[in-house]
C-alpha cells in the first residue's frame, strides 16, 4: 500500500532563516505530487504541484519554491523565511498520468517567529 | 486559484442527528472528492465521486456528484461524537490540479 512521509513534523524558525520540508512517497511510481499551504485550520491553498521529476508547477508568486530530485521525493524551500511563510504545509499525491485521488501527508506545523 | 463554495461553515449538532454539507463550483468537474481533517493532522479521503448522479458510501457518509458536475453533497447519518472536525469538498477537471472548498467544521454535542 501507498503511504507519504512529511518531515520534520513541527519547526520554528527565526525570520530570515532557510527552510527545507521534505516528502516522500512509497508504494507508487510517478506520481504527481503537490505542495499546499494552510492558514488557521482552512483553506488549502496550492503553493506547486509536480508532474515528474524536475517538472514544477507554481501557483503563487513567493520566496518559496520546490524541487523534486528524484520520482517519489518532493522538497519545499526557502532562502529567507518571512513572518507570513507560518502555517500547516501539506504534502500530498494522486497517482501519475491524471490520478483522481488525492492523498494527503501528515503536515507540518511552521511558525516563523 | 479557484476556491469551491462550501456550505454551511460550521454546524453543531446533538448525537445522533444527522448532517448534510454541499459543494459548488463554477465550472464542470469530472472528480468531486470529500475529506475529514482532524486538528493537527492532514485530510483523510472519505469518498471519491466520478460520475455525474453518482451516489457513494461509506459506513454512516453518503456523498453525491451532482447532476449538472458543478456540485455535490455529503450527508452523514446518525452523528457520534469522533464525526467531529473539518470537512473538506475538492473537485478536479483534469486529474491534475485540485480545487477545495473552504471546509465545514463540525461539533457533535454528547
Known amino acids: 500500500s501507498q503511504t507519504i512521509h512529511q518531515w520534520p513534523a513541527t519547526l520554528v524558525q527565526p525570520v530570515g532563516s532557510p527552510l527545507s520540508l521534505e516528502c516522500t512517497v512509497e508504494?507508487?511510481?510517478?506520481?504527481?505530487l503537490y505542495w499546499y499551504r494552510q492558514a488557521a485550520g482552512r483553506g488549502l491553498q496550492l503553493l506547486f504541484y509536480s508532474v515528474g521529476i524536475g517538472q514544477i508547477s507554481s501557483e503563487v508568486p513567493q520566496n518559496l519554491s520546490a524541487s523534486r530530485p528524484q520520482d517519489r521525493q518532493f522538497i519545499l524551500s526557502s532562502k529567507k523565511l518571512l513572518l507570513s511563510d507560518s502555517g500547516f504545509y501539506l504534502c500530498?499525491?494522486?497517482?501519475?498520468?491524471?490520478?483522481?485521488?488525492?492523498?494527503f501527508g501528515p503536515g507540518t506545523r511552521l511558525t516563523v517567529t | 486559484g479557484q476556491q469551491l463554495n462550501q456550505s454551511p461553515q460550521s454546524m453543531f449538532i446533538q448525537e445522533g442527528e444527522d448532517v448534510s454539507m454541499n459543494c459548488t463550483s463554477s465550472s464542470i468537474f469530472n472528480t468531486w472528492l470529500w475529506y475529514k481533517q482532524d486538528p493537527g493532522e492532514g485530510p483523510v479521503l472519505l469518498i471519491a465521486l466520478y460520475k455525474a448522479g453518482e451516489l457513494t458510501s461509506n459506513g454512516r457518509l453518503t456523498a453525491q456528484f451532482g447532476i449538472t458536475r458543478k456540485d455535490s453533497f455529503l450527508n452523514i447519518s446518525a452523528s457520534i461524537p469522533s464525526d467531529v472536525g473539518i470537512y473538506f469538498c475538492?473537485?478536479?477537471?483534469?486529474?491534475?490540479?485540485?480545487?477545495f472548498g473552504t471546509g465545514t467544521s463540525l461539533t457533535v454535542i454528547p
Open positions: 500530498a499525491w494522486t497517482g501519475g498520468g491524471g490520478g483522481y485521488e488525492q492523498y
Open positions: 508504494g507508487t511510481s510517478n506520481p504527481n
Open positions: 475538492a473537485g478536479t477537471p483534469t486529474g491534475n490540479q485540485f480545487y
